[in-house]
C-alpha cells in the first residue's frame, strides 16, 4: 500500500511557493518556447548593447585616459572641453556633423589638433608624441573630393596658430616660420610634422625663460636694460647653446638652464667694469636676439 504524502507545514509550504514565483518571474518563455531573460535584465544587457554599438563606451574610455595621461589640475573642466572637441567629426569617421564650407571644416580641424598638441607638454615624451599622431590624423582626414595626407600649407599654418597663441612677438618666431615651413601643395609627412611642432613649443618657452632673464635686468623706472648688461647675458647663452652638439630642440633648453646665477653675476660684472654710459636694449631687441640664437641651431626642412 502506497504511502501517503506527507503534508508540509504551512511556513515550508509558503517558502517553495515564494522560489517557484521567483523562479516564474526571472524565467519566462518566448512564443518559440524558449526560456528567455527577465525584463529588467533584458534591459540592463540591452542599455549596454547600445552604449558598445554606438561608441560611446569606446569614447568615455578614451576620455578617462586622456585624463590620467594628462593629469589637469581642473579635470572637469578638461572633460568639458575634451567632449566639445570631440563633436567635431572628421570626414574620415563618416562625415557626420561635417559643417557646409571647407573654410570653416579646415579652421575646426585646426583648432581640434591644436587642442590635442597642448594636451600634455613636450617634456611628457610619449604623450606629447602620442598627441602628436592624433593632431596629424585630424588635418590628415580625406574630404570628399581630396586625398587624405597633410599638405604645406594647413602645415605652416598650424605652426602660425601655435606661434600666435603662445604670445611671441612675430618678428621673433618669424625668422623659425621660414626656416621649418612647407611649400603649399607639398605632403608633409608625420616625421616632419612632429619635429615642427615640438620646436614651435620648444622656441615659445625659450623665449619665455629668455623674457625672464629679461626682468632680472629691466630698469623698473625706465623699462629698458643696460645694453652692457643684455649683451653680456646673451653673450653667456650662446656659449651654453655652442656647448650642446646635440640637435634636439629640447637640449637647447637644457643648454640655457645651465646658466646658473654665478656664470651670470659673473658676466655681468664684468659687463660694468667699464663705467661708460651704456644705450638701452629694449625687451623686443633682446628676445628676438635670444630666438636668433636658437633658431640659428635648428634644421631647415628639406
Known amino acids: 500500500m502506497a504511502a501517503l504524502p506527507v503534508p508540509l507545514p504551512s511556513a515550508k509550504m509558503a517558502a517553495v511557493e515564494k522560489r517557484r514565483q521567483a523562479v516564474a518571474q526571472a524565467t519566462s518563455f518566448t512564443d518559440s518556447g524558449r526560456p528567455g531573460v527577465s525584463r529588467a535584465a533584458a534591459a540592463t544587457e540591452s542599455e549596454e548593447d547600445f552604449l558598445r554599438q554606438v561608441g560611446v563606451t569606446e569614447m568615455l574610455r578614451a576620455a578617462l585616459l586622456k585624463v590620467l ?16 572637441n570631440m563633436g567635431l567629426r572628421s570626414p574620415v569617421n563618416g562625415g557626420a556633423g561635417e559643417p557646409p ?10 583648432g ?13 615624451r610619449t604623450a606629447f608624441n602620442n598627441n602628436v599622431g592624433v593632431a596629424y590624423e585630424c588635418l590628415s582626414a580625406s574630404g570628399r573630393k581630396k586625398k587624405p595626407g597633410l599638405d604645406g600649407r594647413t602645415y605652416s599654418e598650424l605652426l602660425k596658430r601655435i606661434c600666435r597663441d603662445g604670445e611671441a ?3 621673433v618666431v618669424a625668422p623659425l616660420l621660414r626656416k621649418i615651413q612647407c611649400r603649399d601643395h607639398e605632403a608633409v609627412p608625420l616625421a616632419v610634422f612632429r619635429a615642427g ?16 632673464l629679461y626682468r632680472l635686468l629691466e630698469d623698473p623706472g625706465l623699462a629698458v636694460a643696460d645694453r652692457r648688461l643684455g649683451q653680456a ?3 653667456t647663452l650662446e ?9 634636439a630642440p629640447a637640449r637647447y633648453l637644457e643648454a640655457g638652464s645651465r646658466l646658473g646665477p654665478d656664470s651670470l653675476a659673473l658676466a655681468m660684472d664684468r659687463a660694468l667694469v667699464a663705467r661708460r654710459p651704456s644705450a638701452p636694449m629694449t625687451r623686443e631687441e633682446f628676445l628676438e ?14
Do not use: N
Request: proline share 5%; charged share 20%.
Open 69 to 84: 595621461e594628462a593629469r589637469p589640475e581642473e579635470p572637469i573642466a578638461f572633460l568639458a572641453h575634451y567632449f566639445e
Open 101 to 110: 564650407g571647407q573654410l570653416l571644416l579646415q579652421q575646426q580641424r585646426l
Open 112 to 124: 581640434r589638433a591644436l587642442w590635442h598638441l597642448r594636451l600634455a607638454h613636450h617634456s611628457q
Open 169 to 171: 612677438p612675430e618678428e
Open 197 to 212: 611642432m615640438l620646436t614651435c613649443f620648444v622656441l615659445l618657452e625659450f623665449v619665455a625663460r629668455a623674457g625672464a
Open 233 to 235: 647675458v646673451l653673450d
Open 239 to 247: 656659449g651654453a647653446l655652442q656647448a650642446s652638439d646635440d640637435t
Open 289 to 302: 636676439k635670444a630666438a636668433a640664437l636658437f633658431i640659428a641651431k635648428v634644421k631647415p626642412v628639406g
